[in-house]
C-alpha cells in the first residue's frame, strides 16, 4: 500500500473507537488509511477500568496492542499526522493533513474524540484523571472509603453523589459557589448524610496528582482524598465542520443508532459522537461504525 493516497475508508483518530472501527474494515479486505496525531483523552489516566479483559491495564498499552492486531490485516496503514481540513466531491472524499499532503477516500470515520477544558483551579489539571476523577464507573472502585468530594451542583452534582454514595461513607458535595440545588435536591443530600459546602474552590492542594484537600475562597482548607468533577468539553477536531455533520446540543457529532452523521458517507465513534466516555464504549461504537461503512460499500458495488 505505499504510495497510495486513495482510500475505500479514511479513519480519522487513531484510539480506540478508530482501531475498533479499523479492524471490523480490514477483515472485510477494505483499504483503510487511520490517521492519528497521538493525542488520547484518556492520556492523563495511569490505569483504565470497567473494560473486560484488560481491567486496569495502561490505557496506551491497550492501545498499543490494539494498533499492533489491527495492522496485522494487510489493507490497513496507520500514518502518524494530524488532519487540519476536509472537503467532498461527488465520489470521494479529501483530507488535508498538517505538512500539505492530500489523501482522498470513498467513506469518513470521525473518531476525533472530545477536548476537556480544565477550569481555572490551580491542581486541577495536576490531579486529573488520577484522583480527580470524572467516572464512578471508571474509577470509583478505587477511591471507595475513602474521604470524598464532588465539585458540582444542582441536577449534575446530584446525579454524581447518588452514584458515588455506595462507594464511601465520607462524602462532601462543594457547590464552587454556585446555589442552584432545589429544596428538594437539599433534603435528599442531607437525608443521605451528604455534606453541603457552598464556598468557591480556589485551588487544590496535592502531590504528584494525589488531592490532599481544597482551599476555599475564605482562604480555609477542607481535607479530601478523592476529587469527582466534570469538565467542560469541546470537540478535538473541526473536520466535522467542514464536512456539515450537524452537532447534538451537547456538542456531540449527531449521529443514527448505526453511527451515521448527518453528512452521506461520514460516520462517526468514541467520545466525539456520545456522551458515554468509557474505553467500552469506543470500541463498542468503533466496531459498529466500521461494519456499517462495509455495508454502504457494499451496497454501492452492488
Known sequence: MKGNTHFDVIIIGGSYAGLSAAMSLGRSLRRVLIIDSGLPCNRFTPNSHNFITND??????????????????????????????ASSQADRFSILLEGGILYTARKLVLATGMRDIFPDIQGFAECW??????????????????????????????????????????????????????????????????????????????QNGEVRGVVL???????????????ALEQHSVIYRDLGCELTETGHIKVDQFQQTTMGGVFACGDCSGMLRSVANAVATGNIAGAMVNQQLVHDEF
Open 56 to 85: 486496569g491495564a495502561v490505557p496506551s498499552k491497550i492501545a498499543e496492542k490494539a494498533k499492533i492486531e489491527v495492522l496485522a490485516y494487510p489493507t490497513v496503514q496507520f500514518c502518524e499526522g494530524r488532519a487540519v481540513s
Open 129 to 206: 484523571g488520577k484522583t480527580l476523577i470524572h467516572c464512578p464507573y471508571c474509577h470509583g472502585y478505587e477511591s471507595r472509603g475513602k474521604k470524598t468530594a464532588i465539585i458540582g451542583s444542582g441536577e449534575r452534582g446530584v446525579h454524581i453523589a447518588s452514584l458515588v454514595n455506595n462507594l464511601t461513607g465520607d462524602l462532601t458535595v462543594l457547590t464552587n459557589g454556585n446555589k442552584d440545588f432545589s429544596e428538594e435536591q437539599i433534603t435528599w443530600l442531607q437525608e443521605h448524610n451528604i455534606c453541603i459546602e457552598e464556598g468557591k474552590v480556589a485551588s487544590i492542594i496535592q
Open 217 to 231: 475562597g475564605d482562604a480555609s482548607f477542607r481535607p479530601f482524598e478523592v476529587l469527582y468533577a466534570t469538565a
